[in-house]
């Protein structure tokens, strides 16, 4: 039986749903930048930065061309810092965090103090980890956005916006994502399964990736799930000014509001599962095609799947390859590319050689099955996305904490971006505009309607 709130509330909706409607075609003929984008589809110029670049095309007389992708942090290649770092089999989130926020690449005596201020940052307020332990509720990227607005209290000048303030802030959260984090999954695993809680305090000598898997797990882990998992950080850590969460933090740090409702501004953004929810929905998607198939190995049988997964005849009804296409790369995502390159050997380390072969010739068919279907109207290429869950599985690490580690990593992004968008010339707050296409109405008094 319908209560009489749920009656109202049905009757509410259905009004709505004759007000949420505009014509598609109306945003062409009005010229309107629908999503930002431009025709093409590359992204509305809004902003310049000079922290994070993405490219995935040339511009030519003809046109724009696809191009294998580049990614920069601050005018280096990221391929570049992640090579040197993979051949020296050391750790370069920290690294990469420096860089980012700084504008330079650390020397060995900056790189080492800078580590000993993240450390020491690194633990909670007994109050935050107390409320972590009694917070309800099964997203740990909620956890984080109230952890994050819960240091505001513990902040002695949260409203500051001075650059040292920002720096001091940056810093801290930096610090401190990895610590929530894994504090939130322990607690969420001891309520829903029944499991011990451990409380592990970080690791001086760590790095942040060695701290967070110390952290989230003991020592129950290897040096090249350390360092794969390093790798995804750096990997993650920046993506250009325009990508949805990044552009949150702007906004809303145009408008000079504190830095802690900024950053869990943009985590709500980076929740969602267009943006750094992906990777779960990549995740699910391959683990339901390994279970269709009858042998993975049959590239007759994938292709004629995911024909079908693209004609909405099984899976979720989408007709979407997930991890198939990127907004801006197009021949290659370089992030997709270096991981691949370390998830090779994380597989065979793990006995898994199988799943990793079967997951390059999923992306190969995928792409091949989608310009058979669809046409070439779009380059595409496998994004990060289409690997970082597989990877994420290696390691031992659980699905819920997928999209919070985009946040441990990406915090280092934002932070930049808050920073930079705070400090140069001539800011304004972010102000775009909408076009409005209702009808005018007269008013009717209450007693006529």
């Known amino acids: 039986m319908t209560t009489k709130k749920e009656y109202l509330i049905y009757k509410l909706s259905d009004d709505m749903k004759g007000c949420i409607k505009i014509d598609a075609e109306l945003f062409k003929k009005l010229d309107v930048k629908r999503g930002l984008r431009n025709e093409n589809g590359t992204g509305v110029l809004v902003g310049l930065t000079n922290i994070g670049n993405v490219v995935g095309y040339e511009r030519t007389a003809d046109g724009l061309q696809p191009i294998e992708g580049r990614l920069y942090f601050r005018g280096y290649e990221i391929a570049d810092l992640a090579h040197a770092i993979m051949d020296e089999k050391r750790f370069g989130f920290e690294e990469t965090a420096f860089l980012l926020l700084s504008g330079k690449l650390p020397d060995a005596e900056e790189l080492a103090g800078f580590k000993e201020l993240i450390f020491d940052n690194m633990p909670l307020m007994p109050k935050t980890t107390l409320n972590i332990i009694e917070l309800e509720g099964s997203n740990i990227m909620n956890i984080l956005a109230r952890s994050v607005l819960e ?111 900024s950053i869990a501004a943009g985590i709500g953004s980076l929740k969602g599962p267009k943006h750094g929810g992906a990777n779960i929905k990549v995740h699910e998607m391959i683990e339901h095609i390994k279970g269709a198939l009858k042998d993975w190995t049959d590239e007759r049988e994938i292709a004629t799947y995911l024909k079908r997964i693209l004609k909405r005849e099984v899976y979720d009804g989408t007709g979407l390859i997930y991890g198939i296409g990127h907004a801006v790369y197009t021949l290659s995502d370089p992030r997709a ?113």
């Open 337 to 449: 590319v270096l991981l691949k390159e370390m998830a090779r050997d994380l597989a065979a380390e793990k006995g898994r050689t199988n799943e990793f072969e079967f997951l390059e010739r999923l992306e190969r068919i995928a792409i091949e099955t989608v310009y058979a279907v669809k046409g070439r109207g779009k380059t595409l290429c496998a994004n990060v996305d289409f690997y970082s869950g597989f990877v994420y599985d290696l390691i031992g690490l659980p699905v819920d904490i997928y999209t919070p580690l985009f946040a441990m990593s990406r915090i280092v992004g934002w932070c930049a971006h808050r920073n930079e968008e705070l400090n140069f010339e001539g800011k304004r707050i972010i102000r775009p505009a909408y076009r409005c296409v209702a009808d005018e109405n007269e008013y009717v008094p209450l007693a006529n309607r």
């Open 151 to 261: 240091l505001y209290t513990y902040d002695d000048t949260p409203d500051d916006i001075s650059r040292d303030n920002l720096m001091r802030q940056s810093i801290e959260l930096v610090s401190k994502f990895p610590t929530i984090i894994a504090y939130a999954y322990n607690m969420l695993r001891h309520k829903t399964l029944g499991r011990s809680l451990h409380i592990r305090h970080p690791q001086k000598e760590l790095s942040i990736a060695e701290n967070f898997l110390y952290m989230l797990k003991g020592p129950r882990y290897t040096q090249l799930d350390a360092r794969t998992l390093d790798l995804l950080l750096m990997l993650h850590a920046e993506h250009g000014g325009g990508n949805n969460s990044t552009f949150t933090v702007r906004v809303t740090s145009s408008t000079a509001t504190d830095t802690y409702s």
